[in-house]
């Protein structure tokens, strides 16, 4: 493979990928999917297995265990003993990590070229060996509540967040926090997170991503290696679990210690199933660029800039995702301006568009600096796979990259106006306040005793 | 460093990637230092400009004023609003960023190199380096939001045991020194453009590119942003800070749990003792998961979910520092186990086998230091900013693999005395 074909391609670079049959993917027997995309940059790799299990898939008693497996897969097979993971990542010059979605659950090690084919077998061996010593898992489900302590009871922000979701969805799994609810991790035992384990950890729920300084051929034949003789297994059916149409707004308060109030409204929105078919969810895309994509953007020019009556406004929308969707507007308001008065500012902002819509400027605005973020995400190898990865955990490909590229070079200020209309609707929406507290220096109320 | 297109070139880099990086180094007319590192692989470039106008030059009863200077450059310049700032770079697809540190002032510029994207885009960066507004009615409404930001960040576990951290370690220094709401709503435009004229000049500045350029193309565009600047020479800097005692602050919170940070000032950068410090903290606790205050706090106790140990070294003695939050009833048990790690760590140093394994990972996980233009932006423009010499990414590995145990111990015996430790905790019962 040439670099040099790369740099005539690059005012059309959703073209980079057909044009350079790169990435590359494969399909072992045993339903492990293997995709390598070549970065050959600097003498680096980097390796990740994804399984397509997150905290979406867990039932109520045992949020978090997802999570919670995670943490145990650190944990020893009867080859490689507690903490040993690690400690070889580390030999080889690597550096490793997990993270756990609501979608999905992944493993990386960001390595030294030449390490690859170790790092394929100790994910391999933890793919179907894994120990979940009941030990072992006293101390760690320790750990997983200090982190839920860290991220989320002593973090106001992501407390309105968790009880925004658990208020936005009834049906859907999407209402539980994936680090799980305090009294289910009390409550968990070592054989929930190896039940867990042995449903889900199998190589045909599983696929595996390397970026880097690789050669793929080369890269197929060290899965086939390691991962070839895992044997599949069937996979429980997964029921479709749908929420119901949302049928009149919702309102949520949570009080915690804090100075800056928080406002957030978030409206369901749809998700991209067929990307070269769907419009809404890149018309929105588009409008949360509008309103969100820069700093003289909608929002942050006319509700912090202009008006100032926010010290910070934004939008977030993911159109991906294997469940159902949210699209969130969110501001603090500036001092003496109450959380009234900024909602009333930021729907003042979405019926202007609704009226108005949007501009050819802030549409094509939008377009160039989707364009230029083509180029600037080659930069990172660790990004790159990270991409295929998230693309694949929501059951699309890496191929509809570029077919979502182009999808949204062709959204009309027509369709952004529409989806506006259609999505910014009053009946589908959440709205969740951060109700500041002032400081009491002493804990605010007995806590449950944790399990030990 | 990067493959580039042919085999026999291919196999030049690949040599070279062991070797470390091919850094270019000259200096403008205007007396700024340049720093050139060559990437053609990806159409962009990243350019970045660095002022030794950090937080450590805020005048004593004027703290927060680096911070608000450098945030408020880039909103509004010459002809441009900031309105008309922020859409052009949108245009073009560029990223112009930056912040202010306790040393550093940075502005960066991330673009494509197309020539009707580069040149547009270093215009708007020009101007905003020739001819910041410093506008009265911005500078009002970012006091505004600086002080709501400086409010909830006292509400924070977090954020108060680091407030107080530094404060306890840097009582009579600058570092020690931190914004306050009072001092930021004392602030005026005066300050700002006086702390501008004498600190955003071009013999304070360094200049670090990374990207598709060739070294022509980088000569111009270095001389451009440089012309931009008045001349000037780098300030004066404080009195160094002076050894503290060991001491213990603890202050009142509702959180569920306790942030605790132990440290004290330890080593500044360009110290001769630096890479025994980095090679003996890698096993106390800056390896990651396989750090000995890993293995005790967390692995064996579950403890907490982060447990650390890090030396950043600084222009003046920058901090050693420990941090972990846990549970605010077993707060005290988790500094005792923290305080016994540490005080054997001092005393016997690393075992071969663990010092083997440092070095292991930080010399062979080094090319992934390095393997993206983001992370040589970074590397290079310390190295250009502090002075360090131009084969210190060369001589990483060498330098890693040198230590002995013996220069560990000797090294925190120096830096890291456990009776002046200076504990902060937050939300301990």
């Given at each position: 493979m040439t670099m040099r074909q790369l740099l005539p391609l690059l005012l059309a670079p959703w073209l980079f990928s057909a044009a350079l049959a790169n990435p590359y993917e494969t399909t072992l027997d045993n339903g492990l999917r293997v995709i390598v995309k070549e970065d050959r940059r600097a003498p680096t790799a980097v390796h990740m297995v994804w399984y397509r299990v997150g905290s979406m898939d867990e039932v109520d008693g045992t949020s978090g265990v997802a999570h919670l497996l995670e943490h145990m897969m650190f944990k020893g097979t009867p080859t490689v003993g507690p903490g040993e993971f690690n400690k070889r990542v580390a030999a080889a010059g690597g550096r490793d990590n997990a993270f756990t979605s609501r979608d999905y659950t992944a493993y990386f090690q960001q390595i030294p070229k030449e390490k690859l084919d170790e790092m394929m077998g100790l994910e391999a061996d933890r793919m179907r060996h894994l120990n979940v010593d009941p030990k072992e898992f006293e101390q760690e489900i320790k750990v997983v509540m200090e982190e839920r302590r860290m991220r989320t009871d002593d973090n106001p922000q992501a407390k309105l967040f968790e009880q925004m979701n658990a208020v936005a969805f009834q049906a859907h799994p999407y209402r539980r926090p994936i680090i799980g609810w305090m009294s289910d991790l009390e409550n968990m035992t070592a054989a929930d997170a190896r039940a867990w384990y042995d449903t889900w950890y199998v190589p045909n729920n599983a696929y595996v991503v390397v970026s880097g300084d690789v050669d793929h051929q080369e890269v197929f034949a060290l899965a086939r290696k390691h991962y070839g003789g895992l044997a599949g297994r069937a996979l429980p059916m997964r029921k479709a679990q749908i929420e119901p149409r949302q049928e009149g707004p919702r309102k949520l308060t949570v009080k915690a210690p804090a100075e800056l109030p928080l406002l957030v409204m978030g409206y369901k929105a749809p998700i991209l199933r067929n990307p070269a078919t769907d419009r809404e969810p890149y018309a929105l895309e588009i409008l949360a660029g509008i309103l969100d994509g820069h700093d003289a953007a909608r929002f942050n020019r006319k509700l912090v800039r202009e008006d100032k009556l926010a010290v910070s406004a934004g939008v977030s929308y993911d159109n991906t995702a294997r469940g159902p969707g949210m699209i969130y507007l969110y501001a603090s308001p500036s001092e003496g301006n109450s959380i009234g008065e900024l909602e009333f500012a930021l729907r003042t902002e979405i019926a202007r568009i609704k009226q108005e819509g949007v501009s050819a400027a802030e549409l094509k605005r939008t377009k160039a600096q989707l364009v230029a973020n083509q180029v600037y995400k080659l930069d990172s190898v660790f990004g790159q796979a990270m991409e295929i990865g998230q693309m694949e955990a929501v059951g699309l490909s890496w191929r509809d990259v570029e077919v979502m590229i182009d999808r949204l070079q062709q959204v009309t200020a027509e369709e952004v106006q529409a989806v506006a209309q259609k999505y910014f609707d009053d009946d589908a929406l959440t709205v969740g306040i951060l109700d500041p507290q002032p400081l009491d220096s002493q804990p605010r109320r007995q806590r449950l005793p944790t399990r030990h | 460093?990067?493959?580039?297109?042919?085999?026999?070139?291919?196999?030049?880099?690949?040599?070279?990637?062991?070797?470390?990086?091919?850094?270019?180094?000259?200096?403008?007319?205007?007396?700024?230092?340049?720093?050139?590192?060559a990437a053609p692989a990806l159409p962009m470039v990243d350019v970045q400009l660095d002022f030794a106008a950090g937080s450590m030059f805020d005048p004593v009863d004027k703290a927060g004023l680096a911070a608000l200077t450098r945030g408020i450059l880039d909103l509004g310049a010459g002809e441009r609003d900031e309105t008309a700032i922020a859409e052009q770079l949108a245009d073009l697809g560029a990223v112009l960023g930056g912040t202010a540190d306790t040393d550093r002032a940075s502005i960066t510029l991330r673009t494509l190199t197309a020539e009707d994207k580069l040149q547009p885009a270093l215009a708007v960066l020009e101007e905003v380096l020739?001819?910041?507004?410093?506008?009265?009615?911005i500078l009002e409404r970012e006091k505004a939001r600086t002080i709501a930001s400086l409010k909830d960040a006292m509400t924070r576990p977090d954020s108060i045991a680091g407030k107080a951290f530094w404060e306890a370690l840097y009582p009579a220094h600058p570092y020690g020194r931190q914004a306050t709401p009072e001092s930021v709503a004392n602030l005026n435009r005066e300050d700002l453009v006086d702390f501008h004229q004498q600190l955003y000049t071009a013999g304070n500045a360094s200049i670090t590119m990374v990207g598709k350029l060739t070294r022509v193309e980088a000569e111009a565009i270095a001389e451009r942003l440089s012309a931009a600047l008045p001349p000037g020479t780098p300030p004066a800097l404080p009195q160094p800070p002076a050894p503290v005692k060991g001491n213990t602050v603890a202050l009142a919170h509702p959180a569920s749990q306790a942030h605790v940070f132990l440290g004290l000032p330890a080593i500044e950068r360009g110290h001769p003792d630096f890479f025994p410090m980095l090679v003996g903290n890698y096993t106390l606790g800056g390896g990651g998961f396989v750090s000995r205050l890993v293995r005790e706090v967390r692995d064996k106790r579950g403890f907490a979910y982060s447990v650390y140990s890090y030396f950043a070294p600084m222009r003046q003695t920058g901090p050693f520092q420990i941090g972990l939050q846990t549970q605010r009833k077993q707060a005290q048990e988790a500094i005792k186990v923290v305080r016994e790690v540490l005080d054997e760590f001092v005393a016997k140093g690393p075992t071969e086998e663990e010092l083997a394994a440092a070095k292991a990972n930080l010399s062979g996980g080094f090319p992934l230091r390095l393997d993206s233009n983001s992370k040589l932006l970074a590397n290079i423009a310390v190295i250009g900013f502090y002075g360090l010499p131009l084969d210190y990414l060369d001589r990483y590995r060498e330098r890693v693999e040198a230590v002995t145990a013996d220069e560990v111990r000797a090294a925190f015996a120096r830096h890291v005395r456990p009776v002046d430790l200076i504990t902060v905790t937050v939300a301990a019962d």
């Amino acid at each position: 493979m040439t670099m040099r074909q790369l740099l005539p391609l690059l005012l059309a670079p959703w073209l980079f990928s057909a044009a350079l049959a790169n990435p590359y993917e494969t399909t072992l027997d045993n339903g492990l999917r293997v995709i390598v995309k070549e970065d050959r940059r600097a003498p680096t790799a980097v390796h990740m297995v994804w399984y397509r299990v997150g905290s979406m898939d867990e039932v109520d008693g045992t949020s978090g265990v997802a999570h919670l497996l995670e943490h145990m897969m650190f944990k020893g097979t009867p080859t490689v003993g507690p903490g040993e993971f690690n400690k070889r990542v580390a030999a080889a010059g690597g550096r490793d990590n997990a993270f756990t979605s609501r979608d999905y659950t992944a493993y990386f090690q960001q390595i030294p070229k030449e390490k690859l084919d170790e790092m394929m077998g100790l994910e391999a061996d933890r793919m179907r060996h894994l120990n979940v010593d009941p030990k072992e898992f006293e101390q760690e489900i320790k750990v997983v509540m200090e982190e839920r302590r860290m991220r989320t009871d002593d973090n106001p922000q992501a407390k309105l967040f968790e009880q925004m979701n658990a208020v936005a969805f009834q049906a859907h799994p999407y209402r539980r926090p994936i680090i799980g609810w305090m009294s289910d991790l009390e409550n968990m035992t070592a054989a929930d997170a190896r039940a867990w384990y042995d449903t889900w950890y199998v190589p045909n729920n599983a696929y595996v991503v390397v970026s880097g300084d690789v050669d793929h051929q080369e890269v197929f034949a060290l899965a086939r290696k390691h991962y070839g003789g895992l044997a599949g297994r069937a996979l429980p059916m997964r029921k479709a679990q749908i929420e119901p149409r949302q049928e009149g707004p919702r309102k949520l308060t949570v009080k915690a210690p804090a100075e800056l109030p928080l406002l957030v409204m978030g409206y369901k929105a749809p998700i991209l199933r067929n990307p070269a078919t769907d419009r809404e969810p890149y018309a929105l895309e588009i409008l949360a660029g509008i309103l969100d994509g820069h700093d003289a953007a909608r929002f942050n020019r006319k509700l912090v800039r202009e008006d100032k009556l926010a010290v910070s406004a934004g939008v977030s929308y993911d159109n991906t995702a294997r469940g159902p969707g949210m699209i969130y507007l969110y501001a603090s308001p500036s001092e003496g301006n109450s959380i009234g008065e900024l909602e009333f500012a930021l729907r003042t902002e979405i019926a202007r568009i609704k009226q108005e819509g949007v501009s050819a400027a802030e549409l094509k605005r939008t377009k160039a600096q989707l364009v230029a973020n083509q180029v600037y995400k080659l930069d990172s190898v660790f990004g790159q796979a990270m991409e295929i990865g998230q693309m694949e955990a929501v059951g699309l490909s890496w191929r509809d990259v570029e077919v979502m590229i182009d999808r949204l070079q062709q959204v009309t200020a027509e369709e952004v106006q529409a989806v506006a209309q259609k999505y910014f609707d009053d009946d589908a929406l959440t709205v969740g306040i951060l109700d500041p507290q002032p400081l009491d220096s002493q804990p605010r109320r007995q806590r449950l005793p944790t399990r030990h | 460093m990067k493959r580039l297109f042919t085999a026999a070139i291919t196999f030049f880099a690949a040599q070279a990637a062991l070797a470390g990086v091919a850094i270019e180094h000259w200096t403008t007319g205007n007396g700024t230092r340049v720093y050139f590192s060559a990437a053609p692989a990806l159409p962009m470039v990243d350019v970045q400009l660095d002022f030794a106008a950090g937080s450590m030059f805020d005048p004593v009863d004027k703290a927060g004023l680096a911070a608000l200077t450098r945030g408020i450059l880039d909103l509004g310049a010459g002809e441009r609003d900031e309105t008309a700032i922020a859409e052009q770079l949108a245009d073009l697809g560029a990223v112009l960023g930056g912040t202010a540190d306790t040393d550093r002032a940075s502005i960066t510029l991330r673009t494509l190199t197309a020539e009707d994207k580069l040149q547009p885009a270093l215009a708007v960066l020009e101007e905003v380096l020739r001819q910041p507004r410093f506008d009265g009615a911005i500078l009002e409404r970012e006091k505004a939001r600086t002080i709501a930001s400086l409010k909830d960040a006292m509400t924070r576990p977090d954020s108060i045991a680091g407030k107080a951290f530094w404060e306890a370690l840097y009582p009579a220094h600058p570092y020690g020194r931190q914004a306050t709401p009072e001092s930021v709503a004392n602030l005026n435009r005066e300050d700002l453009v006086d702390f501008h004229q004498q600190l955003y000049t071009a013999g304070n500045a360094s200049i670090t590119m990374v990207g598709k350029l060739t070294r022509v193309e980088a000569e111009a565009i270095a001389e451009r942003l440089s012309a931009a600047l008045p001349p000037g020479t780098p300030p004066a800097l404080p009195q160094p800070p002076a050894p503290v005692k060991g001491n213990t602050v603890a202050l009142a919170h509702p959180a569920s749990q306790a942030h605790v940070f132990l440290g004290l000032p330890a080593i500044e950068r360009g110290h001769p003792d630096f890479f025994p410090m980095l090679v003996g903290n890698y096993t106390l606790g800056g390896g990651g998961f396989v750090s000995r205050l890993v293995r005790e706090v967390r692995d064996k106790r579950g403890f907490a979910y982060s447990v650390y140990s890090y030396f950043a070294p600084m222009r003046q003695t920058g901090p050693f520092q420990i941090g972990l939050q846990t549970q605010r009833k077993q707060a005290q048990e988790a500094i005792k186990v923290v305080r016994e790690v540490l005080d054997e760590f001092v005393a016997k140093g690393p075992t071969e086998e663990e010092l083997a394994a440092a070095k292991a990972n930080l010399s062979g996980g080094f090319p992934l230091r390095l393997d993206s233009n983001s992370k040589l932006l970074a590397n290079i423009a310390v190295i250009g900013f502090y002075g360090l010499p131009l084969d210190y990414l060369d001589r990483y590995r060498e330098r890693v693999e040198a230590v002995t145990a013996d220069e560990v111990r000797a090294a925190f015996a120096r830096h890291v005395r456990p009776v002046d430790l200076i504990t902060v905790t937050v939300a301990a019962d």
